[in-house]
């Protein structure tokens, strides 16, 4: 079965104008201004889209699928991802991590919900590894991990400069990275190092150590959370300017904003003023992680949950309250974090590419359809 998507606005995430969209056996098999090709024999599925924006599905570089949190006790555990509430977000591609609780959750859990989510249509990597090192993995070894689990793309989120992480030696961090680096050659993967940055004042440094003090390329790591703070968020535009990706997280609440976090939207529109290069720069949700606000003693005052709408609920307010080109804000969901991933099938429309694609309001920017590997998995009911 074909279907033909006509009379798009394609931005791939770059803006193509009014493009057809050929989608076979779950990718895209053409991109281009007239395909012709007639509904004959019901083999083609016609679909016009009316000069409706069509964005490639998102990409989620971080979302706890299996809950998290417990930092206040088992009371504040979070709860797990469904398809239903992950279907109408837009996102199509997630990458699964633990959290601080690498003890009742495990990386099987992750992999086993990936599992999941990826039979109900989306499509789902986990990193091995949680906060803490020494890493827990399901093989034995973060190498074993991800040469041998599809999909096992890297190891993460590793806690630094945060109370909560390992404070582990940068010998130990080196370890790590070198581990997953080698891994992923040998699978054919970025193996990438994925990293939770903490509030504390060590900032991104000791991933500039790793770099300085190894071998390692800066490419392989990934560090997020990046805008919980206006010290962090300078220090993270800095990394960016040394050839580092970032990665800043859409869940928020106003007494996080209260507390000095820079949202996502005006951090994409700082950078973008900057003229710093928005292409290594990715959004990611957090979603379902615990958000929780310690007090200068480092007692719990308060918990959130994370949440996957607040993705595009960000790209989007960073269009139209910002005014940051949509072409940027798409790419900071797709083609960005796809790309620091490793993810070749994903984050673009483009020939080749995984059918993951989301319908927008052209002029409200609203969801109203989200296609995954070529399967309509929700439309917006009127
Ligand atoms: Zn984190």
Redesign the pocket.
């Known amino acids: 079965m074909l279907s033909l998507l006509k009379n798009a606005q394609v931005y791939s995430p770059r803006p193509l104008g009014t493009m057809d969209v050929l989608i076979a056996n779950g990718k895209i098999a053409e991109v281009s201004p007239n395909i012709p090709l007639q509904s004959n024999l019901g083999l083609v599925s016609i679909i016009d889209l009316q000069g409706a924006i069509l964005a490639p599905g998102f990409v989620d570089a971080l979302v706890h699928f299996t809950g998290g949190g417990g930092e206040g006790g088992f009371a504040y555990r979070t709860a797990e991802l469904s398809f239903a509430d992950a279907a109408p977000t837009g996102v199509t591609t997630l990458v699964g991590a633990l959290?601080t609780d690498s003890v009742t959750r495990t990386p099987a859990q992750v992999l086993g919900k990936a599992r999941e989510l990826s039979a109900q249509g989306l499509s789902c990597y986990c990193y091995t590894g949680s906060y803490h090192l020494p890493v827990k993995t399901i093989t034995g070894s973060i190498e074993q991990d991800i040469i041998l689990i599809p999909e096992m793309i890297g190891v993460g989120?590793i806690a630094i400069a945060d109370h909560r992480a390992s404070q582990a030696s940068l010998q130990a961090f080196i370890d790590v990275v070198a581990e997953a680096r080698v891994a992923g050659l040998l699978a054919g993967k970025k193996g990438i190092s994925f990293f939770?940055v903490g509030d504390g004042n060590g900032k991104l440094n000791i991933l500039r150590e790793i770099v300085s003090c190894s071998d390692l390329s800066i490419t392989q790591l990934y560090p997020?959370?990046c805008n919980r703070n206006r010290a962090l968020f300078d220090d993270a535009l800095l990394f960016l300017a040394e050839g580092g990706a970032i990665d800043l997280t859409t869940s928020t609440s106003p007494q996080l904003l209260e507390q000095g976090e820079v949202s996502c939207p005006e951090a994409l529109h700082a950078i973008y003023d900057k003229g710093l290069d928005w292409t290594r720069v990715s959004f990611s949700s957090?979603a379902n992680?615990s958000l929780p606000m310690f007090n200068l003693e480092g007692e719990l005052v308060g918990m959130q949950a994370g949440k996957l709408d607040s993705l595009y609920a960000a790209a989007r307010e960073a269009v139209q309250r910002y005014k940051v080109p949509l072409e940027i804000a798409l790419s900071v969901i797709s083609a960005n974090p796809a790309k620091t991933l490793g993810l070749r099938d994903k984050g673009q429309l483009a020939k080749g590419f995984d059918a993951d694609c989301v319908v927008l309001d052209p002029q409200s920017l609203a969801i109203k359809q989200v296609i995954a590997k070529g399967q309509s998995i929700w439309t917006e009911q009127v």
């Open positions: 959290g989120e939770h997020t959370h957090d992680a």
